[in-house]
């Protein structure tokens, strides 16, 4: 069956829906109120704090087609199956069905040609969890996929990979992942090593994954069953298209098809074409979600795709027009999906068009610091010119090859790997994702974020805007719209504000309401982003003292009085063009 991406998703939509599920919107890729993360990565994400809870406004039933960013297989993109962004179809249950209905639909969505994709079941292989001392082997989920027609002799038992946890501590439990043959001669019955070998050369590639959260880890380790079961489903759009548009890989596929004609203009090398339409595809994306490229976070994320999407370019650089070629190619096939791409779309170029400027001049003074260098390149040098400059080792290593000499890849790679010890310690809290950053002190913290939003709006102006947050045990720091330093004056009436509210003890309470009604009440939110029909909103303080009244998913603390200490600015400064950064204490 051949369907376009449109059609995929109403029809993966519509099926759950018809089973029950509430559709929910894409929320924006940057988390509103999840400080312990960059980038929305996966759909469960947004819903972590619903599952904590046991409940969502929604109901129980749950289903979304969302956007999402990941960069840890960054290296791998340009082969058949890897992109940074991606669209991540979902299902989920929040204490109300398990494996057998869960595994029943998936097969249901995958194989039948009447309410779902119409996938051969001879091509399809299924993996489960092969169990350890911890948690079982899960037999179960054996039975049901033999109930639902699959042979067992297609079922492989596998490790860690087929299961899920959200770090050292939190829900996890055991996955099955479903697996598709991309052949066009047909792989047949496999034994496990023949299968483990067609998943390494993506002869078989995964198109689904089942998580079924039922234990509690605490310290690494399992502890105990979870009082309530819950089901997180996904399936990559991209790699689903792949599969039902009868394409070898995804950038193949309608979403990327004029995408790629533009990158093909570019560069002469299929995979440098493959990691210039990814990289665009997400810049736009990040951008149109308010991302904007600077040397911190998101927006070094952000940089690093649009330097590296340049470098791969013949010419290593953008002009004004092949931005918006690519640009355009990216909101004309998302118009539908994404409309906001399309009204975007000329401040999205523009941004594209200024990093592309200088990262023009980074490239010169790049080249200029590498005819210094005498002798062949060391490890030292490569890596400054890859941390400095910007240049990637394996544009050093081309540049090296052009001068007759020599690069000390091994010392780089030693350098890269010190690098990434140190940044990895130093920000082990910014990727814990969206289950992180439930302690004691981190809890008051975000609530403290509240005050400072509605503090600064009163002292700045109702121009202001959350643009970010991230919390530890130690301190906050929120990112917020503004265009000028803060003076001495504006700073310690943001303090005397948020200090005289603690000291009121307010209350701080919940409630689950309409999107409308939250406007009406004046509750901050980006209402650019698309809600649900019922968001839960935090109210600081009740009568005539509100202080603070946010769309937000928690966790807050009681009262105002619980944020013990005095609330102090320690650094204002700024955190890219338009955005200010404030990290401050309870001290």
């Given at each position: 069956?051949?369907?376009?991406?449109?059609?995929?998703?109403?029809?993966?939509?519509?099926?759950?829906?018809?089973?029950?599920?509430?559709?929910?919107?894409?929320?924006?890729?940057?988390?509103?109120?999840?400080?312990?993360?960059?980038?929305?990565?996966?759909?469960?994400?947004?819903?972590?704090?619903?599952?904590?809870?046991?409940?969502?406004?929604?109901?129980?039933?749950?289903?979304?087609?969302?956007?999402?960013?990941?960069?840890?297989?960054?290296?791998?993109?340009?082969?058949?199956?890897?992109?940074?962004?991606?669209?991540?179809?979902?299902?989920?249950?929040?204490?109300?069905?398990?494996?057998?209905?869960?595994?029943?639909?998936?097969?249901?969505?995958?194989?039948?040609?009447?309410?779902?994709?119409?996938?051969?079941?001879?091509?399809?292989?299924?993996?489960?969890?092969?169990?350890?001392?911890?948690?079982?082997?899960?037999?179960?989920?054996?039975?049901?996929?033999?109930?639902?027609?699959?042979?067992?002799?297609?079922?492989?038992?596998?490790?860690?990979?087929?299961?899920?946890?959200?770090?050292?501590?939190?829900?996890?439990?055991?996955?099955?992942?479903?697996?598709?043959?991309?052949?066009?001669?047909?792989?047949?019955?496999?034994?496990?090593?023949?299968?483990?070998?067609?998943?390494?050369?993506?002869?078989?590639?995964?198109?689904?994954?089942?998580?079924?959260?039922?234990?509690?880890?605490?310290?690494?380790?399992?502890?105990?069953?979870?009082?309530?079961?819950?089901?997180?489903?996904?399936?990559?759009?991209?790699?689903?298209?792949?599969?039902?548009?009868?394409?070898?890989?995804?950038?193949?596929?309608?979403?990327?098809?004029?995408?790629?004609?533009?990158?093909?203009?570019?560069?002469?090398?299929?995979?440098?074409?493959?990691?210039?339409?990814?990289?665009?595809?997400?810049?736009?994306?990040?951008?149109?979600?308010?991302?904007?490229?600077?040397?911190?976070?998101?927006?070094?994320?952000?940089?690093?795709?649009?330097?590296?999407?340049?470098?791969?370019?013949?010419?290593?650089?953008?002009?004004?027009?092949?931005?918006?070629?690519?640009?355009?190619?990216?909101?004309?096939?998302?118009?539908?999906?994404?409309?906001?791409?399309?009204?975007?779309?000329?401040?999205?170029?523009?941004?594209?068009?200024?990093?592309?400027?200088?990262?023009?001049?980074?490239?010169?003074?790049?080249?200029k610091k590498l005819e210094k260098i005498e002798g062949d390149i060391s490890g030292q040098d490569a890596f400054l010119l890859f941390a400095t400059y910007g240049f990637p080792i394996e544009m050093t290593a081309e540049l090296a090859q052009e001068r007759g000499i020599s690069i000390d890849r091994e010392g780089f790679e030693k350098e890269l790997l010190e690098h990434q010890e140190k940044s990895r310690t130093a920000s082990a809290g910014k990727f814990r994702g969206g289950l992180g950053g439930g302690g004691e002190m981190e809890v008051k913290y975000h609530t403290a974020t509240h005050l400072l939003n509605a503090a600064l709006q009163r002292v700045l102006g109702e121009h202001v805007q959350q643009k970010g947050s991230n919390i530890t045990e130690e301190r906050l720091r929120f990112d917020f719209s503004h265009s000028e330093k803060l003076t001495d004056e504006q700073k310690q009436?943001?303090?005397?504000?948020?200090?005289?509210?603690?000291?009121?003890?307010?209350?701080?309470?919940?409630?689950?309401?309409?999107?409308?009604?939250?406007?009406?009440?004046?509750?901050?939110?980006?209402?650019?982003?698309?809600?649900?029909?019922?968001?839960?909103?935090?109210?600081?303080?009740?009568?005539?003292?509100?202080?603070?009244?946010?769309?937000?998913?928690?966790?807050?603390?009681?009262?105002?009085?619980?944020?013990?200490?005095?609330?102090?600015?320690?650094?204002?400064?700024?955190?890219?063009?338009?955005?200010?950064?404030?990290?401050?204490?309870?001290?």
């Amino acid at each position: 069956m051949t369907l376009t991406s449109e059609e995929i998703r109403k029809r993966f939509l519509h099926f759950f829906e018809k089973r029950g599920h509430a559709i929910l919107p894409s929320v924006s890729l940057v988390p509103e109120n999840d400080p312990s993360a960059l980038f929305t990565t996966a759909g469960v994400q947004p819903l972590v704090p619903y599952i904590l809870q046991g409940s969502h406004p929604q109901g129980r039933r749950l289903a979304s087609v969302q956007k999402c960013v990941r960069t840890t297989d960054i290296d791998e993109v340009g082969d058949k199956t890897h992109a940074t962004f991606f669209e991540m179809l979902g299902n989920w249950s929040i204490g109300d069905y398990f494996k057998e209905d869960a595994i029943a639909w998936s097969y249901e969505l995958l194989t039948n040609a009447d309410e779902g994709f119409g996938l051969d079941p001879k091509r399809l292989y299924v993996t489960v969890y092969e169990g350890d001392d911890e948690s079982p082997r899960d037999t179960e989920s054996v039975e049901f996929w033999k109930k639902a027609g699959v042979p067992e002799d297609r079922i492989y038992f596998l490790g860690e990979s087929n299961f899920w946890s959200a770090g050292e501590n939190g829900p996890c439990g055991p996955s099955t992942e479903m697996f598709y043959d991309l052949t066009q001669e047909g792989l047949g019955d496999l034994t496990p090593e023949e299968f483990k070998k067609a998943d390494n050369d993506q002869q078989v590639v995964e198109i689904w994954n089942d998580v079924f959260m039922e234990y509690r880890k605490e310290n690494g380790r399992v502890v105990e069953k979870l009082p309530q079961k819950n089901v997180d489903t996904g399936s990559g759009l991209e790699r689903l298209m792949a599969v039902l548009q009868n394409k070898e890989s995804i950038f193949e596929t309608d979403v990327f098809r004029d995408l790629m004609q533009a990158a093909g203009d570019l560069s002469q090398d299929p995979r440098a074409q493959r990691i210039i339409a990814d990289h665009i595809r997400s810049a736009t994306f990040l951008i149109g979600d308010g991302v904007l490229p600077s040397n911190t976070d998101a927006g070094y994320i952000l940089r690093r795709l649009l330097r590296r999407a340049i470098v791969k370019t013949t010419a290593k650089n953008l002009s004004a027009e092949e931005v918006s070629d690519l640009v355009g190619a990216v909101t004309k096939v998302y118009k539908s999906s994404y409309p906001e791409l399309t009204e975007k779309q000329g401040n999205i170029e523009q941004v594209i068009k200024d990093e592309a400027a200088k990262f023009e001049k980074t490239l010169q003074q790049g080249l200029k610091k590498l005819e210094k260098i005498e002798g062949d390149i060391s490890g030292q040098d490569a890596f400054l010119l890859f941390a400095t400059y910007g240049f990637p080792i394996e544009m050093t290593a081309e540049l090296a090859q052009e001068r007759g000499i020599s690069i000390d890849r091994e010392g780089f790679e030693k350098e890269l790997l010190e690098h990434q010890e140190k940044s990895r310690t130093a920000s082990a809290g910014k990727f814990r994702g969206g289950l992180g950053g439930g302690g004691e002190m981190e809890v008051k913290y975000h609530t403290a974020t509240h005050l400072l939003n509605a503090a600064l709006q009163r002292v700045l102006g109702e121009h202001v805007q959350q643009k970010g947050s991230n919390i530890t045990e130690e301190r906050l720091r929120f990112d917020f719209s503004h265009s000028e330093k803060l003076t001495d004056e504006q700073k310690q009436h943001v303090e005397k504000l948020i200090n005289t509210w603690i000291q009121e003890d307010l209350p701080v309470t919940c409630k689950e309401t309409t999107v409308e009604e939250a406007k009406a009440e004046g509750a901050q939110g980006v209402f650019e982003s698309k809600y649900g029909d019922k968001v839960t909103v935090y109210s600081v303080g009740d009568g005539e003292t509100v202080a603070s009244k946010e769309i937000c998913g928690g966790p807050h603390v009681n009262r105002t009085g619980e944020l013990t200490g005095t609330f102090r600015i320690k650094k204002e400064e700024s955190a890219s063009a338009g955005v200010r950064r404030i990290k401050a204490v309870l001290e």
